[in-house]
Nanobody, 120 residues
Framework: QLQPVESGGGLVQAGESLRLTCAAP????????FTWFRQAPGKEREALAC????????NYSNSARGRFVITKDNARNTVNLQINTLRPEDTGRYYC?????????????WGKGTLVTVAS
């Protein structure tokens, strides 16, 4: 069973950039579609970006489009989320999730998340 493992979170200053990484131990990222979610303090978890199994197609939420970039690195077996020009409202726990089918389909596996705190 896939257990995505997120890393790269931490305390950053507003305006900086950050790259989050999702690893898939003992699995291949090419076998799944991956979605990054964010849960801000006191808010519901929201989907930010998704990348298809073959890495060709990506989808972004309105709140993520323009500053967030999702990529899949088959050689390193990781899925990455680049966040540019960080804002305090980007603070939250970021989760990596995988689907056996495709983006916008049922999530089958969840990571435990990595915490991002953006200081103003």
């Amino acid at each position: 069973q896939l257990q995505p493992v997120e890393s790269g979170g931490g305390l950053v200053q507003a305006g900086e950039s950050l790259r989050l990484t999702c690893a898939a131990p003992d699995h291949k990222v090419a076998w799944y579609a991956f979605t990054w979610f964010r849960q801000a303090p006191g808010k519901e978890r929201e989907a930010l970006a998704c990348i298809s199994m073959n890495g060709v197609r990506t989808n972004y939420s309105n709140s993520a489009r323009g500053r967030f970039v999702i990529t899949k690195d088959n050689a390193r077996n990781t899925v990455n989320l680049q966040i540019n020009t960080l804002r305090p409202e980007d603070t939250g726990r970021y989760y990596c999730a995988a689907s056996n089918i495709d983006c916008a389909h049922k999530i089958d596996f969840w990571g435990k998340g990595t915490l991002v705190t953006v200081a103003s």
